[in-house]
Structures are given as C-alpha cells and as structure tokens.
C-alpha cells in the first residue's frame, strides 16, 4: 500500500498495477454531488471515477498521455485483507457497526476509523491503473509545474499577479526549445476540461531529457463541479497564446455536433465495468468548457496573428499524402 497525503493506493502485482480508492468524504460523495462551493482546491475529494473519466478524456483528444485506467469493484476481504502481507494496513481494517467491512490505512489525511472506507459488506468502488512500462526499465522525472498554484489560503502564486509571466517562462529552460510549452498547454487544456485545479507537478520520462512528452498523472480531483467552469485553469494558454495546430483541429473537430464531445465520452464511459462514470451534467459541462476554450484561442489568433498562436506539428495533412505502389 501507498501512503500519502489524501491518498490511498495499492501495488498490485508488482509496481505496475495502481489500485485506487475514493478516500476521505468522497466515500459519501455520489456521482451526482459537486465539490462543497467552501472547500479549497487543495482540500477537494480525491475521486477514482475522476481517474476512469481522465484516461477516456485523454484518448478522445488524441494526447494518449494517461496510463491506462478501469473502474472495478473489489472484494476487501478476498481480495484485500486476506492476502495482504502489510501488517500495518491488516491492523485497520474492522466491522463498522452497519457489519459492513472497513479500513482506514495509513496517510498524512483522514486515515482514521471516521474517515474510513467501507464495502457493502465488503464490495467496493476503485479505479486500476496500469503504470507501464515498469519503473526499473523507464525511470521518469517530476517537474514542479510553472503555473502551480499557491496551495495557501491567502497567498497567489506569481502567474496569478503577473500578465507577462509566460515571458518569463519561455526563458526559462526546458520552456526555451522543444515542444515543452506546448505539452503545458494541452495539459492545460486537459485539466480545464476535467476541472481539475491540482496540476502542482507532472511527469516525463527521464531517458529522452526534453525530447519526450509530458505524462498525465494524477487526475483524481477533476469532475468535481459542474455548475462551474474555473477560468483560472486557463491562464497558461490565454498567457501563452500557443497550441499545436493538431490539437486545435481535434478541438474543433469535437465541437462538431456529429463528433460532440460529450457524446463520445458517454459512449466510451459506457464500456467501463462501473459504469455510470460520470453524472451527465459533467458531460453536458465539457461541450461547454470546450467552447470557451476555442475561444480564447480565437482571442489569441485575432490579437497575435494565426501563424503565431497555432504550431504545425505535422508535415503533411493524412488526406493529401501520396504513396507509391
């Protein structure tokens, strides 16, 4: 078992198998609940189901960035308790008094018997995800992302007082050459989507130095409201103004109505053993969100010109290619 912070996690099968829980309030938080408006983005729930949509979210737009990931219900008793070779996490399981089985684990928050997770009587919700390829044969660095938040309750960060803070980025290496500011803003765009708030670090892999891309990990706090859409997610690509011309087409492609993105995403969520992932007003919240994001875009390419906000990241458009028989 992993332990930190709000999370709780296992290794299954190795380092690769990532089993993960709802933890802390979320164990009482339906599909249908938002985020309580009070809570900081830093105290929201961790959500597996928020993991699931992440990984669809991911494919759809094409990034193909986020570990594989797949709802399952597990027996905590079976498959749990009964083999688990961590005596530390065997001592916390217990029978609440509803005589359903319960465990607390072992984190820096909420792990206690009144923020326990319970089956019923020992079925339970968690996402799996596949962390491939192992640890030993591609070893990934972390990056302090440079729109990350303050994490405080008063204090902003410097992005959030500075219009001209992506200048100072762009100096700044690896955001000086390579692709790196532009994997930023599809991660940005990512996020904004989910409504994920929390993209404090991110992920490459090590071997490939700035020649690489950016892995999305973590995506547990997305899919928290729907009824709001927060803009300050944004603030990288409005600073910026830059997106690769593939993803702007993927864009427009999804605001499509025979290739809505809401309408996608249901389908594929349908597939998943939990299903439903996602309330639907979630869906509905991504069309939404999607339209604002091309128009910032719009906002970026009228102020600054098309041929500097949209980066060819391709040759050749597919359907012009000639090959020789």
Same mark, same amino acid.
């Given at each position: ?28 938080? @339906? ?45 905590? @008793? ?34 206690? @018997? ?212």
């Amino acid at each position: 078992m992993t332990r930190g912070g709000t999370r709780r996690y296992f290794h299954l099968g190795g380092k690769n198998i990532i089993l993960r829980w709802r933890v802390a309030g979320d164990t009482r938080q @339906t599909r249908q609940q938002e985020t309580p408006p009070d809570f900081f983005y830093f105290s929201d729930y961790e959500r597996h189901n928020a993991e699931i949509a992440a990984f669809h979210l991911d494919r759809i737009l094409d990034f193909r960035r986020v570990p594989p990931v797949a709802g399952r219900l597990v027996n905590m @008793t079976r498959e749990i308790r009964d083999v688990t070779r961590d005596k530390k996490l065997w001592r916390t399981f217990f029978i609440s008094p509803a005589n359903n089985i319960c465990f607390y684990g072992e984190c820096s928050y909420y792990c206690s @018997t009144e923020h326990a997770l319970c089956g019923k009587p020992d079925q339970i919700e968690g996402s799996l995800a596949a962390f491939l390829p192992d640890l030993s044969l591609a070893k990934r660095k972390t990056w302090r992302n440079p729109w990350r938040r303050s994490y405080h309750k008063r204090k902003k960060a410097e992005w959030e007082v500075d219009p001209d803070y992506c200048e100072e980025v762009k100096q700044t290496p690896p955001y000086d050459s390579g692709t790196r500011i532009l994997d930023i803003m599809d991660m940005t765009i990512f996020d904004f989507l989910m409504g994920n708030m929390d993209r404090h670090h991110y992920e490459t892999f090590e071997k490939f130095g700035n020649e690489t891309f950016i892995i999305h990990l973590d995506n547990g706090r997305g899919f928290g409201k729907y009824s709001h859409d927060e803009l300050s997610i944004l603030v990288p690509l409005n600073q910026c103004c830059r997106i690769r011309k593939s993803t702007y087409q993927r864009l427009q492609l999804l605001a499509k109505e025979e290739f809505k993105l809401s309408e996608l995403m249901e389908e594929s969520l349908t597939k998943d053993k939990i299903a439903p992932i996602l309330f639907k007003l979630h869906l509905e919240a991504m069309d939404r969100r999607l339209r604002i994001v091309l128009k910032a875009v719009s906002d970026c390419i009228e102020k600054e010109g098309y041929d500097n906000v949209v980066e060819t990241d391709f040759v050749a458009d597919v359907n012009t290619i000639t090959t020789k028989r």
